[in-house]
């Protein structure tokens, strides 16, 4: 029996492979250590756990400055005359954050001269240039599974408002209506429907495994890694190899893989032709694995019912972004939010703290945890950016 623990999941993704060493002298000494995080403002002032913000600084500096570190910490991060790319140049390490990411291209890690260490204080480590961390030895590590519960509920949730039509409702309260029919006309139930997954790696299994009990006519998924078999049984997923045939079966979609050169622009205008007539879809994987044009086009025709999820190609979003505004033909179906589903409260105390134990690790020359090494000394360690 798979349980949704963090080892039975983790084990199928690899976190018992040979742990990587970092081979550093234990207890290092007065390195330079940035970080790039996003602005809380009076948030991050009157509450504390927001531990990913600029003001509280993932609770680092405390214990970075006992250990003789210097510790730079900065929302500033576009431009050449940037916090980032003025620090970067003698940074030992740098962590980034993917809520406000600070994009390290390989232009940027050119310039980047003791860098040794990439951390993402999260899970998602495609605004990192992986390729170029490759070529350069540099590592790249993040808080694998630190928040991919609260991902995986803030799918249900996205799902449930968009078959049920919730967000025209409210907004009809607020506006002192009351017209039951015009938010009935496009409100369904999720039982009895297909639900699909794109990727059913740690945060896709979980989906599957919470949309199980509204009782769907069937859980389907498109990954080039198969589930293990007590795991697809015991959530009773069924693999579909083609993914033109498998999004023409779904009526609700669900997208959980990384982004990186096979997932870019995925759903674009021709795959959304393959999609059954009025599905639903939701993406909080990554924004540019769909493009932001055609998803519009395709809400405002009516091929999509829906479309839901916190993250877009641009962060934070400019003011004009189609996604902000797209309405399908029935004035609904928009139940796009800030980059959020992975930075609960809950969410921002696990990855702070695994970012803590990554630098720890690092500092006494301990392995890291095998499952949290994206590119490590050798190249690519993880099996989910892509079939390489
Ligand atoms: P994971 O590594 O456990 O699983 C990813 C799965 O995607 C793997 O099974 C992999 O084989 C599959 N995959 C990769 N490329 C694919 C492709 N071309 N087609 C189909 N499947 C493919 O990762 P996870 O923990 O489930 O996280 C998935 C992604 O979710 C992250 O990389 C990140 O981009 C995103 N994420 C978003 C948030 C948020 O706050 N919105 C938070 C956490 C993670």
């Known amino acids: 029996m798979?349980?949704?623990?963090?080892i039975s999941i983790s084990a199928q993704y690899g976190s018992f492979r040979n742990a990587a060493s970092f081979n550093r002298q234990a207890s290092s000494r007065g390195l330079k250590i940035i970080a790039v995080l996003y602005k809380g403002g009076n948030a991050a002032k009157e509450e504390p756990r927001l531990l990913g913000t600029v003001e509280n600084e993932l609770g680092l500096r405390p214990w970075l400055?006992?250990?003789?570190?210097?510790?730079?910490?900065?929302?500033?991060?576009?431009?050449?005359?940037s916090f980032l790319n003025k620090n970067i140049k003698d940074a030992d390490i740098v962590i980034t954050t993917p809520f406000h990411p600070g994009y390290l291209t390989r232009e940027l890690l050119d310039t980047a001269k003791n860098l040794k260490v990439c951390v993402t204080a999260g899970v998602g480590s495609d605004h990192v240039d992986l390729n170029a961390a490759v070529d350069k030895g540099l590592e790249v590590l993040e808080v694998t599974g630190s928040n991919v519960t609260s991902v995986a509920?803030?799918?249900?949730?996205?799902?449930?408002?968009?078959?049920?039509?919730f967000v025209p409702a409210h907004e009809m309260i607020e506006r002192g209506d009351w017209q039951v029919s015009d938010i009935a006309r496009n409100a369904f139930d999720l039982e009895g429907k297909v639900i699909g997954t794109i990727g059913a790696g740690r945060i896709g299994y979980r989906v599957l495994q919470r949309v199980l009990p509204f009782g769907p006519k069937e859980l389907v998924y498109y990954d080039y890694n198969a589930?293990?078999?007590?795991?697809?049984?015991?959530?009773?997923a069924r693999r579909?190899?083609?993914?033109?045939?498998?999004?023409?079966?779904c009526d609700v979609i669900t997208v959980n893989a990384p982004l990186h050169e096979g997932t870019r622009n995925?759903?674009?205008?021709?795959?959304?032709?393959?999609?059954k007539k009025g599905a639903w879809l939701v993406n909080t994987a990554r924004g540019a694995i769909a493009n932001a044009e055609d998803v519009a086009a395709a809400l405002k025709s009516g091929q999509l019912r829906g479309y839901a999820g916190d993250v877009w190609n641009k962060q934070p979003a400019p003011k004009d972004h189609p996604w902000r505004y797209m309405?399908?033909?029935?004035?609904?179906?928009?139940?796009?939010?800030?980059?959020?589903?992975?930075?609960?409260?809950?969410?921002?105390?696990r990855y702070a703290d695994g970012t803590r134990q990554i630098l720890e690790n690092y500092f006494n020359n301990k392995p890291q945890e095998a499952a949290n090494i994206i590119v490590g000394k050798k190249g690519y360690e993880t099996g989910s950016y892509g079939k390489r």
């Open 227 to 236: 589930l293990p078999d007590a795991a697809a049984k015991t959530v009773g």
């Open 327 to 349: 309405k399908n033909p029935l004035n609904g179906g928009n139940g796009m939010v800030p980059h959020y589903s992975g930075t609960t409260l809950d969410a921002q105390k």
């Open 240 to 249: 579909i190899d083609d993914l033109k045939d498998f999004v023409s079966q």
């Open 2 to 6: 798979v349980t949704e623990g963090a």
């Open 65 to 81: 400055e006992s250990q003789g570190h210097e510790y730079l910490v900065s929302d500033d991060k576009e431009g050449s005359q």
């Open 266 to 275: 995925l759903i674009n205008a021709d795959l959304l032709k393959h999609f």
């Open 153 to 165: 509920e803030h799918v249900v949730m996205s799902m449930l408002l968009l078959v049920r039509n």
